[in-house]
């Protein structure tokens, strides 16, 4: 078998999104899952919990279990009009950013975001290839959103691929981005709702009742944010699957021209 591809998510729900349900097994600080897709294809995924500092100690523990490549999956922000929940962006470029300064940029191998986009598309599925942004901090309003865009044309905005992105870099791996909206631009999700989970992903159910208590009216956003994730959640699924049965893992993890498929411009972290 060739050697495994590591995959970094952010949340549990994401693994499961992926893989299915499964128990976790240990490595360092974070729980990894494998799995075998094909015989000559299997994926070792770390669930690193939310934010750049989590993703980047995970990629690199990945590094330490021998991967042929890293990837970065899971759910995304909108900040381009006309990109609506559900819809499946593929990262041609990334950028770590404060929404004032660009800490590095990264440009995965132009081919395999070529090849993955012409997989999806014809399944139908509603696809874009551009750039990702990473931030530090949840963007939540519409406002915020719209400014990130009017500055850097990103399609999507998330909180972990760019460091996954640099840790692939810097040991010469290629790297793959795919994301799936949650949330366009036009929503602006509520700041009770950010803090039901916390940073491993585990829901707060007390929090959440307290903040129902002050205000039932939540209610409504919730549901409404539980249908946009449900669109999310369904498409990066099949996604992941229309990949996996095309084969296409096999050309990131294997092929010789990937071997510089992420290119860095790399400032100092913020």
Known sequence: MNAPIGLVV????????????????????YGVRRLEADPDLEFILAIAGVGIQAARIAAQ??????????????????????????????????????GRRVFGAWEPDIAGIEGAYRHLTARGLPVRRGKILTVADAVLTHEAKAELFTKFRGL????????????????????????????????????????????????????????LARRPALVFDMWGMGRLFLSARKALKRAWQVLIDDRFFQTIGSNAACASAVSADVGPNP
């Open 10 to 29: 952010a949340l549990p729900s994401e693994a499961r999104i992926l893989l299915g349900p499964g128990s976790l097994q240990p490595m360092g600080e």
């Open 61 to 98: 523990g990945l590094i330490t279990q021998g991967v042929s490549a890293l990837l970065s999956i899971g759910l995304a922000g909108g900040l381009a009009p006309g990109i609506a929940a559900g819809h499946i962006i593929l990262s041609s470029q990334l950028l770590h950013t404060d």
């Open 156 to 211: 999507a905005v998330d909180m972990e691929s760019t460091a996954v992105a640099r840790v692939a870099s810097e040991a010469g791996l290629p790297f793959f981005g795919v994301r799936a909206i949650c949330d366009p631009v036009e929503r602006t999700v509520p700041n009770e709702l950010a803090g039901f989970l916390d940073a491993g992903g585990k829901i707060r159910p007390g929090t959440i009742a307290m903040s």
